[in-house]
Every structure is written in C-alpha cells, then in structure tokens.
C-alpha cells in the first residue's frame, strides 16, 4: 500500500470518528457501527450498521449523514457514498442519502420538522453527563468539598480527558469555555446558587448512568446480532489505481 | 414462594408473554426482524445455561410457560401484558385468546391485561367495553410506539387518548402499563420520551401507571416524572437481567430507582421469554450494591420483598398469605423517596 493510500484511509477513520452516536455520545468508529469502509477509484463506500434493526430512525439517519459530511471535507476522496445496512428502514434512508435529499426530504410527510431540536436534547444530556463526571472524579479525590462545587471553575479542572470531553460538549452548545465559568451550570449556561448545585449534581447522575446504560445494551446488542464477540473491526479495502477525477 | 437465608418472598411477575414469532405467523419482513431482536436480547442477557434455542423461543406455549413459572420459577402470580403488533404478524405477536383462556383456567395464578390503540376512536372504545366485560380486565398495556396506517405513534395527552383513559376509569381499569419504544418511522422527536405520562398522570389520579423498562433508556427523565407523581410506577423488565452480565451497573440503576422513585414504586418482571424469572429472582435476592458504591444505601430484604411482589399484589389486590405480608406500615403508607423530596422545593 503506498503512503498515499495509507494516509486516505487514516484520514477517512479520522473523519467518521468525529461522528457521535447522539443516544451514548461516543464515536461510531469506537461502537462498532462502521462495518467497512471500500475505497475505489471514483470515491469511497462506507456502510454502517447498528445494534437492532429497530433502531429509532431518527438517529439512525443523523448518524449516516453526519458520517457523510464528515467524509466530504477529506482532501481528493472522490464520490462518497454512505449505506445504512440490516435497518427496518434502510431502503429509505440509503436512497434519501444518495440523493442529499435531507431528513425531510428523505421521509417526506412521515416527519413535519428537522431533527436540530433531537440534536439539541441529546447534546444537553452529553453536556450534562460530562459535567457530572468531572465533578464526581473531583469529589472522589477529595480535591472538593461537596458544598463548595457551586464555586468550582474550569481551571480547577485538572486537565485530561474528562475535562476536554466537556468543553468540546460546551462548545458544541454555545456555552463559554473561559477558565473563569462555572462548572456547574444549567442547560443555557447560567450558573447555579449553593442550594441548587448539589441537586443538579444528583440529577446529572442520572442522566449519565442513563447514557452509560445504553452503551452496554448497543454495544452488547451489536456484538450478539454481528456474533463478532464484542470486536469493532471495520474492513478495509483499497482498489484504488488512480485518484478520482 | 422463594425461600432463601430464612427470608420468604412472595413473587409477582408483572410482566410476561405467550407469543408466537414463528415463520407461519408471520406478514412481512418486520415480523422477522422483531422476533430476531427479542432474541438478541434473550441471547446477550441471559447466562449462557439459560439460552434457549431459536425455534422454542419463537413459540413454546402455555404448558412451558406454566413450567417455567409456576413449577421451576418461584412465581406465585404473573400478569400477561398484550403485544399485538398486528402490521408484522398475521395472527397477531402476543396470543390473546391462549393468554387469557390460560389466565381463566389459573385465576389464582394469572392475570391477563388487554391492549387497545386510540387510533381506533369510537369503534375501539366499544371494543374496550366489550373486551372489560368479557376479559374482566384490571390492566391494560399500551405500545404508544406502535405504527398503525400512517400514524407512527401516539402520545398519551392526545384527545382519542384520554377519552379511552377516562373510559377506563368508567370500567374500573387502574393500571395502565406503557412501553416506551423504538417506533417503525421516524417521530421528529424522541419516541423514548415519556413527558406525556407526566402529564396524564396529574390529570388521572384514579390510575396508576406503570412504566415498563423503568423508562430505559431515559431513565433518568423516568426518575425525574415519577417524583412528581404519587400515581407512576416502574417495571423492571429489561433492566433487571443486567444483574448477570452488569452486576455494577445494574447496581446503579436499582441505587438510582430506590432514590427518585422509592422502594413503593418498583415491580419485578421477568418479561419472560425474554428472560426466565428463576435465575432472576435467585440472583435478586443474592444482589447486594457494591461496597465501594458508599452513594447508595444497601439493599434491605423488605425493599426486594416489596419489589418481587408486595407492590405488584397490592395494585393488583392479589392475597398475599399472612406471613409474606410485611409487618405495617409499609404496604399501605407509600413511603416518599429520598429523590423526590429533595425534588420538592426546586
């Protein structure tokens, strides 16, 4: 394989796992979900896959044209096209992706609105998770008294993957990322007085145990229904002989 | 009857079917793909000595069901709860008439709930009183998922809805039990999203309803609704096979229900077939949360009596004999949880 080569397909992987699965805010990359990825002379084919064929529709979809955006800012990838297999409603989904025909456009008047306001819910409950980690973890090592988190700024957050996994959801939502804002805050931003910390806190638990809960059903489901044991290989092939016109 | 370390527990089984999945049952594609991932489930919960192989589990009928209850099971009573599913199988998914003769025959044993779907309007409702009347029905089981013609869903408020509600309070019908799921089409929202409940539950107080799967996989927007109703409930079908494969993380779960919702308000279900209850209910009453999790209290053998059968047998006015009954108050005197009271003042 030539350098070229290898360096398309590390990029491809690179796109599709800025991808999130909306439900469990994790990469599809990491879930399993791309099944394989075909690159050919005029472009690349990626199918995708998920846990049952029942899964909800509407994320369903979100995930495959988020998984064709992504793709189409990689430099000299040719036609890209994204096909969504095994799913009740793949007929429909693939076809309207072919065809940039959107969500509305794809489900016609099975839908009445977009899913920016879906979007928006599960980015709030990713926010609202990651929130909770991070004041946990502090909790846990002491590094906090449980009635003073109120009080607790980014930069007291020790830095890692636990605090870059909040500011990237804080950014997705348009909440300030200066060192200076709370921590605890609530859906829009505003912070949160000394009372009503703590209670935000136990609720986000919740929220996270939640999203943690559908990540082992999805990613056990999609093991049992694939029988590949839990593995999240993507298969890769390269027939490329030229680059796309 | 389950006895273990001196400590007996009545169990109810809140949650249990006869289906038949079978390829002659069959309609379309849809039906294949449905039983195919029931068996998903079945397989990636269940130990492995508990797996059933493919073609029992599409249909195994009334005797083995009796068996796996009622002989090899522990249960003392189990509660039928009707998934029809008429747009993917020709005879519909749950087998209404062997379901209910069975319950007629073992009236001390089980109880059968009935469906309906408000996108029937008037002609549906003459069917509730007509299927009351002769089911002597106490229970009813929606599916507000369900596709019918172009319709992909319903929410509870909506006005068919509540008409067939109030209808139910006409008929003595308490407990409406609601599955929360993925829908056939897509919503523009949140098919999971369980805040019509909230809202029918306020309006309702002569019902209780119990949300089955314990609102997963938004269990924490569940939690949050059932800690302003005094009148919602949540099954534990689905989440409690977790016990086996995530002993941690049904930990959480469990830790999380007992706080928000209380130990009042929980049902054991075993959702059979999809699990067998024995291994359930053996595994119940071993569980214990893990020390380290100091954020949740243990667990008490009067919580898991009342979460295997005393909250069941008390919406379902089944006798409990006297020395299963927890001393009162207790059965009687729903005790607040911790979550909701702290949920009070915001």
Known sequence: MTATAVSLQAEIIAALATVTDPELDQPITELGFVRSVAIEDDGVTVHLRLPTAFCSPNFAYLMASDALDALRSVDDIGQVRVLLDDHHDSGKINAGLAANAGYTGTFGSEVDDSLDELRTTFLRKAHTAAMERVVTTLLNRGMVQADAIYRLTLRDLPAGREKAALLRRRFALGLSTCPNGRVIVDDEGHALDPQAAPMRLRFARSVRISMEGNAHFCRGLLATRYNDHGTTTTQFTNTRTRGPQ | ?346
């Open chain 2, 1 to 346: 009857m389950y006895t273990k370390d001196g400590n007996s527990y009545f169990i109810v089984d809140s949650h249990v079917h006869i289906w038949d999945g079978r390829a002659s049952n069959l309609k379309n594609i849809h039906g294949k793909q449905f039983i195919d991932c029931f068996y998903d489930y079945h397989r990636n919960l269940s130990p492995e000595e508990e797996v059933w192989d493919y073609d029992l589990y599409t249909y195994y009928g009334g005797e083995r069901l009796m068996r796996d209850l009622f002989v090899d099971g522990y249960v003392d009573h189990a509660i039928f709860q009707a998934t029809l599913l008429s747009d993917f199988y020709v005879n519909e998914f749950g087998q209404t008439e062997e379901a209910f003769g069975l319950a007629q025959r073992h009236p001390d044993k089980l109880t059968y709930n009935h469906a309906y779907d408000p996108r029937y309007g008037e002609a549906g409702l003459e069917q509730l009183r007509r299927d009351a009347d002769r089911m002597k029905l106490q229970g009813v089981k929606l599916y507000t998922a369900e596709w019918h013609g172009d319709s992909r869903g319903y929410k509870l408020d909506e006005h068919w809805s509540r008409r067939y509600l109030e209808e139910c309070i006409e008929l003595g019908i308490k407990n409406i039990h609601v599955h929360k799921g993925p829908t056939i089409r897509p919503l523009d929202r949140d098919a999971f999203d369980v805040a019509d409940i909230d809202k029918v539950a306020t309006d309702y107080l002569e019902l209780n309803f119990i949300v089955e799967h314990c609102g997963l996989p938004r269990l924490e927007d569940f939690c949050w609704i059932a800690t302003q109703e005094s009148n919602v409930y949540g099954g534990l079908a689905v989440a409690i096979p977790f016990i086996h494969t995530r002993p941690r993380y049904f930990a959480q779960v469990i830790g999380e229900l007992l706080y928000w919702i209380g130990e009042d308000k929980i049902l054991f279900a075993s959702d059979y077939a999809l699990w067998t209850p024995r291994w359930l209910i053996e595994r119940f009453v071993d569980f214990q949360i893990p020390e380290d999790m100091t954020e949740y209290a243990p667990i008490t053998s009067d919580q898991k009596r009342k979460i295997l059968g005393l909250n069941a047998a008390a919406l379902y006015d089944i006798e409990v004999p006297a020395e299963l009954r927890l001393p009162v108050p207790g059965q009687d005197t729903v005790e607040v949880a911790a979550g909701a009271k702290e949920a009070v003042p915001l």
